[in-house]
């Protein structure tokens, strides 16, 4: 596992523990309210917009988040960290009840070596998101503010703040605990406010194509899409097996696993939706759901042809948990 220097070291514990996880994701309770862009709703109180970028375009916030808000190290080389870089908004990926994903260009004018895509998933503001997942999913986890536990629990306005910030600190914390462990998880760029940057899993490379051509901007298809040959197939169930097994190893679920979010990017897997991860203890419910998550699996691998059982899953899956 590498060791961060960015973030807060997580230790690979043997069994499962609710505070090392509750204390990283909480870490980024202070985080800024982000930089939008124009047009969105938090862009009415900002400043005027910088004349020389476009109304799509701002400054990259790479060096105005703090050091702690970063990915993870070893950084990918492609991860582009210059001031002068511009982050360009190109379109939408996908909407949500809790959030939506734009994809994002962020790159240094003139310099075709400074060139990333990225998958920018922005939490909603508490007039229009409704975290539908909330009860089932939070049990056992922790708020470090008693502030913030109690406004979420009265469900204030400030408290559906708090609770958005939540969400994207328990992603963030996941992509980047996941990530450091090897499991195929999009590599998590940086945290700003309720804004998350992450790799963008297309077609191509994490990078797309120096030109920017619309060629490298094809996302990766879910994997309820897909349908792969048996080897594929087979390669494929590796790979879920491995990453779910990480994910139990430090003693967590994902628990909302489906092949709607699991890509299939060409001969490996990336999962992604990660912010309800929960822990298989101090979850009432994590068996259950961590059962849910291998009968969903299993029943989409059944159905493409390959042999398969939930309960064997299930039980290889809690005995690397204990």
């Known amino acids: 596992m590498h060791e961060h220097t960015d973030l807060p070291a ?68 492609w991860v582009v960290t210059a001031d002068a870089a511009i982050d360009t908004e190109l379109g939408v990926l996908k909407t949500g009840k809790e959030a939506d994903v734009f994809l994002l260009e962020r790159a240094v004018p003139d310099e075709p ?59 963030f914390a996941a992509l ?11 590599y998590p760029v940086q945290i700003d406010g309720t804004e998350i940057l992450m790799e963008f899993v297309g077609e191509h490379a994490s990078t797309g194509q120096a030109d920017g051509s619309p060629a490298s901007r094809v996302a990766a298809p879910r994997l309820a899409r897909v349908r792969p040959d048996a080897g594929t197939l087979e390669a494929y169930w590796d790979q879920l097996r491995g990453a779910m097994g990480t994910l139990a190893a430090h003693g967590y679920a994902h628990g909302d696993l489906s092949p709607y979010n699991v890509l299939a990017q ?46 064997e899953l299930f039980a290889e899956l809690i005995a690397q948990a204990w």
């Open 176 to 186: 980047s605990m996941l990530w450091s462990a090897g499991a195929p998880v999009p």
């Open 113 to 171: 070596g400074q060139f990333s895509l990225l998958a920018a998933k922005r939490y909603r503001s508490s007039e229009h998101r409704a975290f539908h997942r909330d009860s089932a999913y939070v049990e056992g986890r922790q708020v470090r503010r008693s502030r913030d536990r109690r406004a979420i629990e009265r469900k204030s306005s400030y408290g559906r703040e708090a609770a958005a910030a939540q969400w994207a600190n328990a992603e």
């Open 266 to 311: 060409g001969e490996r897997i990336v999962i992604i939706d990660l912010p309800q991860v929960l822990d298989l203890v101090a979850n009432p419910h994590g068996t259950d759901l961590l059962m849910r998550d291998c009968r969903t699996m299993c029943a989409w691998f059944r159905s493409r042809g390959l042999d398969v059982d939930e309960g």
């Open 10 to 77: 997580l230790p690979r514990f043997a069994g499962p523990s609710s505070e090392a996880f509750a204390a990283f994701h909480d870490d980024f309770d202070d985080a800024s309210r982000g930089h939008p862009f124009p047009g969105d709703a938090a862009q009415d109180d900002a400043p005027d917009l910088d004349p020389d970028l476009d109304p799509d375009q701002r400054w990259s916030t790479w060096s105005s988040v703090e050091k702690g808000m970063r990915g993870p190290d070893p950084r990918p080389e």
